[in-house]
């Protein structure tokens, strides 16, 4: 019996389409094993797999060294935690927020947040230059802490932020215990993500593009460039009452 044309295509898609499914099935099952061996035990569970004879030829697997290196390519022999939310979907707002900037030379390092109150201490005023007071330096530090006020004073921010949402600040490693971010946790990568973004945009965009998309999405939506307004002002008054 001869096919038709169309049947013969059809035929054709659908064993692209399934070994396409079956590839992107193998790869998760690399992403989700600690070791070839526990890799090679799903896909002979999954697939008949057989370390001695079984190949899964359709996908370029035709023996255990292929099967290894499939891993290797697939898996960094680790499980790493998995951010399913899109940037796109960020929706986030911030309520009036009055900042006020104090002098506590109690803290640990140059600044701190709690709650509408950024804290500078004297390390901090050891980087400022009175002819020079919003220098890069200094803004980076004072941008970092106004990433940490948005972080305490909006819930939807805050929310967003432990979404992380595509891995945009870093990502965890469940297996090792540990981030591997911007910075050394995920609300620091979130702080130092948004001060880079002002002050260091193309070292963010290179680097982290995707935390350059996150930053952007939050600071549009909460007009975050009033807010550096207030305290880069609440700054200058709080030199004045210092010197
Ligand atoms: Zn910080």
Same mark, same amino acid.
């Given at each position: 019996?001869?096919?038709?044309?169309?049947?013969?295509?059809?035929?054709?898609?659908?064993?692209?389409?399934?070994?396409?499914?079956?590839?992107?099935?193998?790869?998760?099952?690399?992403?989700?094993?600690?070791?070839?061996?526990?890799?090679?035990?799903?896909?002979?569970?999954?697939?008949?797999?057989?370390?001695?004879?079984?190949?899964?030829?359709?996908?370029?697997?035709?023996?255990?060294?292929?099967?290894?290196?499939?891993?290797?390519?697939?898996?960094?022999?680790?499980?790493?935690?998995?951010?399913?939310?899109?940037?796109?979907?960020?929706?986030?707002?911030?309520?009036?927020?009055?900042?006020?900037?104090?002098?506590?030379?109690?803290?640990?390092?140059?600044?701190?947040?709690?709650?509408?109150?950024?804290?500078?201490?004297?390390?901090?005023?050891?980087?400022?230059? @009175?002819? /020079?007071? !919003?220098?890069? &330096?200094? $803004?980076?530090? +004072?941008?970092?802490?106004?990433?940490?006020?948005?972080?305490?004073?909006?819930?939807?921010?805050?929310?967003?932020?432990?979404?992380?949402?595509?891995?945009?600040?870093?990502?965890?490693?469940?297996?090792?215990?540990?981030?591997?971010?911007?910075?050394?946790?995920?609300?620091?990568?979130?702080?130092?993500?948004?001060?880079?973004?002002?002050?260091?945009?193309?070292?963010?965009?290179?680097?982290?593009?995707?935390?350059?998309?996150?930053?952007?999405?939050?600071?549009?939506?909460?007009?975050?460039?009033? @807010?550096? /307004?207030? !305290?880069?002002? &609440?700054? $200058?008054?709080? +030199?004045?009452?210092?010197?």
């Amino acid at each position: 019996m001869i096919m038709s044309i169309s049947k013969m295509l059809t035929k054709l898609l659908t064993e692209k389409e399934i070994r396409k499914n079956i590839k992107k099935r193998v790869e998760e099952i690399a992403q989700d094993t600690d070791s070839w061996y526990d890799f090679i035990d799903v896909l002979t569970y999954e697939y008949d797999f057989s370390i001695k004879d079984g190949d899964l030829r359709d996908i370029g697997i035709h023996d255990l060294d292929d099967a290894i290196d499939f891993w290797k390519d697939h898996s960094e022999g680790e499980v790493w935690k998995v951010y399913p939310d899109s940037i796109d979907d960020v929706n986030v707002s911030l309520g009036s927020t009055r900042v006020n900037i104090e002098y506590d030379n109690s803290i640990p390092g140059e600044a701190r947040t709690r709650g509408e109150t950024i804290y500078l201490s004297d390390r901090f005023l050891d980087f400022v230059d @009175l002819d /020079d007071p !919003v220098s890069d &330096e200094v $803004l980076e530090i +004072l941008y970092h802490e106004i990433g940490h006020l948005l972080h305490e004073n909006s819930r939807s921010i805050k929310k967003w932020i432990s979404k992380n949402p595509e891995g945009c600040l870093g990502k965890y490693n469940i297996s090792k215990g540990y981030w591997d971010g911007i910075s050394h946790n995920i609300t620091e990568s979130w702080a130092q993500a948004f001060a880079m973004y002002y002050v260091r945009s193309n070292d963010l965009r290179n680097n982290f593009p995707k935390a350059y998309d996150f930053v952007e999405t939050i600071a549009d939506q909460v007009s975050a460039r009033n @807010l550096i /307004d207030d !305290v880069v002002r &609440e700054y $200058l008054n709080f +030199l004045d009452g210092m010197f």
